[in-house]
């Protein structure tokens, strides 16, 4: 039995910065027995992979420090089913573009790779048992109850494909066919969770915990969403897009309630300086191997003579200029921008540093990978690529046989035309050309 102290230490470790948690004592059960819960994280290989990804890979570190079993879902059969975005050819070699990415996002992060289980989802989703629990959780799920839980993720259409309604479903079997004790994803994957509390116990499976992190709006207010470019910095993204986008990004003065730049400050880079500071002074948890083999800098974002207790610097340049601003927590820089204390654009310029510093390691990883290079090619074609128009075939021209054709009459007709008549000195018939 583990002490009380040390369950409570690791509980706060699996749950801090979380938006919600529910059957969190579920996980404190298992942490008081002396064992190590097991979880998974999924995410569907649809379109090319965001900076928002940075939220939960993140969080997975404080997973690792606890002593959690994590595992990787790459969801390709989920991929496919979700409104038919890519055919199943396309989604095998995205597939392997998300497991370049994450690999190279955890190392980035000094989160080792070695500790992660990466499962795909075709190998065990395709099975004879997993499907027949599919098809006993159809018999007992209504419309109604499939279409609610994946409201917030599934593609809503006004004519909508039957494999929105079995993605729900789907991701519930996930918890029993991965064993494991709590899924984590974000709030906007409540729905999904609250239905596999409900109907997994209906199949006589066990009823797993469920942790959600928050969404971070897009750069320009709304969803951030792979299929809206200005919304979004892709990890791949060169150095002069990142600055066009943060530049163009809606940061209204004293806005904090739309305000992305805001956002991802207090859900990732924040996170990913204390973690380092953390990750400086030994505060690791049980994850001994949390920072070796990581690339890139791994620095936190304040500045060398920043206070201490710091977690976010932002200096003022310009022609205003100023002495910089030192955080110890996302609320101090949130009242402060609220206050109209910290310019956006001081904000802009401070985010666009601490991006830049964390896509260097993954564009540098991308253009040392000829593999992924190519990967990426077939993940993700060039749609205005053009395409070598086909050669037309030369006509060969291939006379008929005799006989044969259009003009075989005609040939017919010249050769009967052709042959002598007898002569007079042959035997003829009577009333034939011969007659005398």
């Not at 990426?376 to 044969?404: F, I, R």
């Amino acid at each position: 039995m583990a002490s009380t102290l040390d369950v409570e230490a690791k509980y706060e470790l699996i749950t801090r910065r979380l938006d919600e948690v529910l059957n969190g004592d579920s996980i404190k059960a298992i942490l008081a027995e002396g064992r190590s819960p097991k979880a998974y994280w999924g995410t569907a290989p649809t379109g090319r992979p965001h900076i928002g990804y940075f939220v939960p890979l993140t969080k997975i570190a404080d997973f690792l420090r606890a002593g959690v079993v994590v595992k990787i879902l790459l969801a390709d059969v989920h991929a496919f089913l979700d409104n038919l975005k890519a055919p199943l050819e396309l989604v095998a070699h995205r597939t392997k573009y998300y497991e370049f990415v994450l690999r190279t996002v955890f190392t980035s992060l000094g989160i080792p790779t070695s500790k992660l289980i990466f499962v795909q989802g075709s190998d065990y989703q395709l099975s004879r048992e997993y499907n027949l629990d599919n098809y006993r959780l159809c018999a007992t799920v209504t419309e109604h109850d499939a279409k609610k839980a994946g409201a917030e993720v599934v593609k809503q259409v006004e004519s909508p494909l039957i494999s929105g309604l079995l993605y729900p479903g789907l991701q519930a079997l996930d918890e029993q066919y991965l064993d494991v004790d709590f899924q984590f994803g974000g709030i906007d994957q409540r729905k999904i969770f609250t239905f596999a509390e409900l109907y997994l116990p209906r199949l006589g499976y066990a009823k797993r915990a469920h942790l959600m992190n928050p969404m971070i709006p897009g750069l320009m207010g709304g969803k951030m969403s792979s299929s809206d470019p200005d919304s979004k910095i892709d990890f791949l993204d060169a150095p002069d897009a990142v600055k066009r986008k943060i530049k163009k990004a809606f940061c209204e003065e004293g806005n904090v309630t739309e305000n992305g730049l805001l956002a991802f400050t207090k859900a990732v880079l924040i996170p990913i300086s204390q973690l380092r500071i953390e990750r400086r002074k030994g505060e690791t948890g049980v994850d001994s191997e949390e920072g070796q083999g990581a690339i890139g800098d791994q620095n936190p974002f304040i500045d060398d003579d920043a206070p201490e207790g710091t977690v976010f610097t932002i200096r003022r340049e310009g022609k205003f200029g100023g002495p910089p601003s030192h955080y110890k927590n996302a609320q101090e820089l949130e009242d402060d921008f609220a206050a109209k204390q910290v310019h956006p654009g001081d904000l802009k310029t401070a985010v666009n540093k601490a991006i830049d510093s964390l896509l260097a390691p993954i564009r540098k990883a991308f253009a040392e990978s000829p593999e992924w290079q190519q990967i990426e090619k077939l993940a993700y074609p060039d749609p205005n690529a053009k395409t070598q128009p086909k050669k037309k075939k030369e006509k060969v021209y291939h006379p008929p046989p005799p006989g044969k054709g259009k003009n075989a009459h005609v040939t017919q007709a010249s050769t009967e035309s052709s042959e002598l008549p007898p002569s007079i000195g042959e035997n003829t018939q009577p009333g034939t050309t011969g007659e005398l």
